[in-house]
């Protein structure tokens, strides 16, 4: 059953591996220097997460079209 979102709540998705690695080298950073996510966090929920995963989030934006953030996935 697919879980219905709030239209508010912009796109998350995990990342690969691969994909993971490709967006730190771009930005020349270690996981734990992006914005943390709570592992707990209810924009997460049904999307299988792990603690260490790198998520990332699509928002609509009246200026750019759209405007992407990532973020590492942690517990408390």
């Known amino acids: 059953m697919s879980e219905e979102r709030h239209i508010y ?11 993971a690695e490709e967006v730190l080298r771009t930005f020349n950073a270690k996981p734990h220097q ?7 966090d209810p ?4 999307l ?11 928002r609509k934006s009246a ?5 992407i953030y ?3 996935v942690v517990e408390i």
């Open 48 to 58: 299988n997460v792990k603690p260490g995963d790198i998520i990332k989030i699509t």
């Open 63 to 67: 200026t750019a079209g759209e405007s």
């Open 34 to 40: 992006l914005p943390f996510i709570l592992l707990n």
């Open 43 to 46: 924009a997460l929920k049904g």
């Open 70 to 72: 990532y973020r590492y």
């Open 9 to 19: 709540v912009p796109k998350h998705e995990v990342l690969s591996v691969k994909e």
